[in-house]
């Protein structure tokens, strides 16, 4: 997952000095209105200072418990010479904590792979001390060898799974690290629809402010795919659950199939919002199933609500089966 965020021209031409000089031994960098921004440049703190008095005496003026940071080190004599740490504490701001670990990858590509000889994922203050630096050189001896693509996507995939707090009406636990807020009546839509009461239409979406999930005012039920269609957003993503009543081969069934839909669109609002739907579309759906009792027969993930079809999704619930044929002994020759 990419966030479509870019280096600034103030960024590359810091990054340019600290590879130029020796005297500097680091790199901050955060990201403000879209764009990769340096916050410092870090000196040596003496001339010939090994790297373990270097990070105790410059890092810790600089790393705060609740505010993620990039930060780029001179650690090697040879090259390449740098690491690249990406430093999100469990504390920072969810949303904060997802587009750091977003931007992760796009960071060392847009300053250059070639530069850095490793990447490291820190959550707390102590994983950038001395002894936390030997720590993750032993666990990375111990690992088989992976592709920076590799070791970036685990360590997102980990920052996704412990980017989950905020407040709501009601916290709907997962797991040890995970709580997503959900209104009241957007539960109570959800129960209805698993009670197979009320309507057969619950959307919901993300309120960005607050990560809560919050019911999507609807009319009436869609009685078709097309009318469905009609209510769910061209340009906002957005959970769908729909009781689609259909007849096939002579029978009828009523299941219920869940739609994720997220629009490309352009701006830096719907960048966030990208990122912010995937990352809650399985609480989503444990909530629904674990909570409110939803029985999902199908589930459809498509860009664009245009890429919906009414016989795409009777395909889906009734594939056909193509019938076996015997097998033929060929004939003999001559006959």
Same mark, same amino acid.
């Given at each position: 997952?990419?966030?479509?965020?870019?280096?600034? @021209?103030?960024?590359?031409? @810091?990054?340019?000095?600290?590879?130029?000089?020796?005297? !500097?031994?680091?790199?901050?960098?955060?990201?403000?209105?879209?764009?990769? @921004?340096?916050?410092?440049?870090? %000196?040596?703190?003496?001339?010939?200072?090994?790297?373990?008095?270097?990070?105790?005496?410059?890092?810790?003026?600089?790393?705060?418990?609740?505010?993620?940071?990039?930060?780029?080190?001179?650690?090697? %004599?040879?090259?390449? $010479?740098?690491?690249?740490?990406?430093?999100?504490?469990? %504390?920072?701001?969810?949303? @904060?904590?997802?587009?750091?670990?977003?931007?992760?990858?796009?960071?060392?590509?847009?300053?250059?792979?070639?530069?850095?000889?490793?990447?490291?994922?820190?959550?707390?203050? !102590?994983?950038?001390?001395?002894?936390?630096?030997?720590? !993750?050189?032993? !666990?990375?001896?111990?690992?088989?060898?992976?592709?920076?693509?590799?070791?970036?996507?685990? *360590?997102?995939?980990?920052?996704?799974?412990?980017?989950?707090?905020?407040?709501?009406?009601?916290?709907?636990?997962?797991?040890?690290?995970?709580?997503?807020?959900?209104?009241?009546?957007?539960?109570?839509?959800?129960?209805?629809?698993?009670? *197979?009461?009320?309507?057969?239409?619950?959307?919901?979406?993300?309120?960005?402010?607050?990560?809560?999930?919050?019911?999507?005012?609807?009319? $009436?039920?869609?009685?078709?795919?097309?009318?469905?269609?009609?209510?769910?957003?061209? %340009?906002?993503?957005?959970?769908?659950?729909?009781? +689609?009543?259909?007849?096939?081969?002579?029978?009828?069934?009523?299941?219920?199939?869940? +739609?994720?839909?997220?629009?490309?669109?352009?701006?830096?609002?719907?960048?966030?919002?990208?990122?912010?739907?995937?990352?809650?579309?399985?609480?989503?759906?444990?909530?629904?199933?674990?909570?409110?009792?939803?029985?999902?027969?199908?589930?459809?993930?498509?860009?664009?609500?245009?890429?919906?079809?009414?016989?795409?999704?009777?395909?889906?619930?009734?594939?056909?089966?193509?019938?076996?044929?015997?097998?033929?002994?060929?004939?003999?020759?001559?006959?």
């Amino acid at each position: 997952m990419q966030s479509g965020i870019s280096a600034s @021209q103030e960024l590359a031409s @810091q990054f340019n000095t600290l590879l130029a000089s020796d005297a !500097h031994f680091g790199l901050l960098i955060t990201i403000a209105s879209e764009q990769l @921004q340096p916050l410092k440049l870090l %000196t040596a703190s003496s001339a010939g200072g090994s790297f373990a008095d270097n990070v105790s005496a410059l890092l810790t003026p600089h790393v705060k418990p609740n505010e993620a940071l990039y930060i780029i080190l001179r650690r090697y %004599t040879s090259s390449p $010479a740098l690491v690249a740490v990406t430093f999100v504490p469990d %504390t920072a701001p969810v949303r @904060q904590k997802m587009l750091f670990a977003a931007t992760r990858l796009t960071l060392v590509r847009e300053l250059g792979s070639e530069h850095f000889r490793d990447t490291i994922f820190a959550t707390t203050p !102590h994983e950038l001390s001395p002894a936390g630096f030997e720590k !993750h050189d032993a !666990h990375v001896a111990l690992d088989a060898p992976l592709t920076e693509e590799e070791k970036s996507l685990g *360590e997102v995939k980990r920052a996704e799974q412990e980017a989950g707090s905020g407040t709501g009406s009601r916290d709907i636990r997962l797991s040890k690290n995970l709580a997503v807020p959900v209104d009241d009546d957007a539960m109570a839509a959800m129960k209805e629809l698993g009670d *197979e009461c009320g309507s057969g239409l619950v959307m919901l979406k993300i309120n960005e402010s607050t990560q809560a999930i919050e019911l999507v005012p609807s009319s $009436a039920t869609p009685s078709s795919i097309p009318e469905l269609l009609q209510a769910i957003s061209p %340009t906002e993503p957005c959970f769908t659950f729909y009781r +689609f009543a259909n007849t096939y081969g002579g029978g009828s069934s009523s299941p219920v199939l869940f +739609f994720y839909t997220c629009p490309a669109t352009p701006g830096p609002k719907a960048i966030k919002k990208r990122m912010l739907y995937p990352l809650s579309k399985r609480a989503v759906l444990e909530i629904a199933e674990k909570e409110a009792g939803i029985k999902i027969e199908k589930k459809f993930e498509v860009e664009d609500p245009s890429e919906i079809t009414e016989a795409g999704v009777l395909e889906e619930l009734h594939p056909k089966v193509e019938a076996r044929k015997g097998f033929s002994r060929p004939k003999r020759p001559g006959r």
